[in-house]
């Protein structure tokens, strides 16, 4: 039996790729006045944007962006989508797509957002735009909790959700955006707001399948206990299996 190699990432930062000439003859984009961490391929030294360039899951991805802004807050984020108005913006969450980087872009790469905070007393999960399935899942393993999202730890949650996200757990609970309680997101303007059922409400709903068409999402909050008749569950997954525990609905 042949070896099993596989046809997809994680990538590894590359030792032999260089920024093509095609690409260092285009106009270099300008960063000047990003608040953040900021890579393009006519860099003296194109290492940090090289990496960067990697920092996402898909293999087939081979494109090259003028830019790589790389933000840690939700801040930075502001002040980044209003520097790139009128830009060709491209967001990067887990980097499983293989459009997340399309050539010529101002990419806003969320890869060092991906913090995770649990309320177990409102049964809630708030995660920034950048996290993936796993960090999600260590986060709520301690309480024995679970979120319903993707199969693959390393999915990210930003891609996944908008899309819907299908899981584990969606025969019992739903998709992922049946959970999804609110999301805070930053409009093309800059402008920071929450969309929720309660707040910008048509948001909230063009968010839950609409892919990355209305905004750059800086947090998703999810329920851990919307799903209907579910008392306990057992998660077969990523970290093995483990109780899960969720409130009736
Ligand atoms: C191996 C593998 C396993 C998968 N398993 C599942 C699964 O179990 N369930 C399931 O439902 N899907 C699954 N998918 C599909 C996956 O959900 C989509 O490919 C999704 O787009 C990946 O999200 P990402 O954040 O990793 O991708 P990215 O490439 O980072 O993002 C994809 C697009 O989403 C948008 N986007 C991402 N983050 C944000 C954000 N924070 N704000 C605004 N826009 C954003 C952007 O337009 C971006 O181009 C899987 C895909 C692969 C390759």
Not at 78 to 105: D, E, F, Q, R, Y
Request: proline content about 7%.
């Amino acid at each position: 039996m042949s070896p099993q190699i596989p046809i997809n990432g994680p990538r590894e930062v590359p030792t032999s790729v260089v920024v093509p000439a095609g690409v260092l003859e285009t106009k270099a984009a300008a960063i000047e006045g990003l608040p953040c961490k900021a890579f393009t391929p006519h860099d003296a030294d194109p290492s940090g944007y090289l990496s960067a360039r990697e920092d996402c899951w898909n293999k087939s991805v081979k494109d090259w962006p003028s830019v790589i802004a790389m933000p840690s807050t939700k801040e930075e984020v502001i002040t980044c989508v209003k520097l790139a108005a009128g830009k060709k913006v491209a967001v990067l969450s887990g980097g499983h797509s293989p459009m997340c980087m399309p050539n010529g872009a101002f990419l806003i790469s969320l890869r060092k957002m991906n913090g995770v905070v649990v309320d177990p007393e409102r049964m809630v999960v708030t995660a920034e735009g950048g996290a993936k399935i796993a960090d999600v899942d260590n986060a709520l393993k301690p309480h024995n909790f679970a979120a319903p999202l993707g199969t693959h730890p390393d999915t990210g949650i930003g891609g996944l959700t908008l899309g819907g996200g299908i899981g584990w757990l969606t025969p019992r609970v739903g998709l992922a955006i049946d959970n999804l309680v609110s999301a805070e997101v930053v409009l093309a303007d800059g402008t920071l707001v929450t969309a929720s059922a309660e707040s910008e409400p048509e948001l909230y709903w063009a968010l839950r399948g609409g892919g990355g068409n209305f905004g750059l999402v800086v947090r998703f909050t999810y329920g851990l206990g919307l799903g209907v008749g579910l008392g306990l569950a057992k998660l077969v997954g990523q970290g093995g299996e483990h109780d899960v525990r969720a409130r009736r609905g």
